[in-house]
């Protein structure tokens, strides 16, 4: 099992910046990598980032490249996610969650969620 704790979200005004960190406990070591997903009021759950726990191989969406940086503690066994120039776009919940076999983009191949953080991105 593994444990998944997201922090560092909240209000920020268009053009500014926020960083998520996600820690994590338990049997990360089992996991192929961790993803960012996010999900606005009404909409799906879509793919933001993800980092593998081996290689560190990173992926971004088409939305956020350029944008946002997906990065890891090892030592910590925490992620990170930093979000510059961000849009009300960008505006939703945050969730981290580790699996990944499959296909990264997919939420359903992700087995440990945590609980969401709220980024909100004014005009």
């Known amino acids: 099992q593994v444990q998944l704790v997201e922090s560092g979200g909240g209000l920020v005004q268009a053009g500014g910046s926020l960083r998520l960190s996600c820690a994590a406990s338990?049997?990360?070591?089992?996991?192929?990598?961790l993803g960012w997903f996010r999900q606005a009021p009404g909409k799906e759950r879509e793919f933001v980032a993800a980092?593998?726990?081996?290689?560190?191989?990173?992926y971004y969406a088409d939305s956020v490249k350029g944008r946002f940086t997906i990065s890891r503690d090892n030592a910590k066994n925490t992620v990170y996610l930093q979000m510059n120039s961000l849009k009300p776009e960008d505006t939703a919940v945050y969730h981290c969650?580790?699996?990944?076999?499959?296909?990264?983009?997919?939420?359903?191949?992700?087995?440990?969620w945590g609980q969401g953080t709220q980024v909100t991105v004014s005009s």
């Open positions: 338990g049997r990360t070591f089992s996991s192929y990598a």
């Open positions: 969650a580790v699996g990944g076999k499959g296909g990264l983009a997919n939420p359903t191949n992700f087995d440990s």
């Open positions: 980092i593998t726990w081996r290689g560190g191989f990173k």
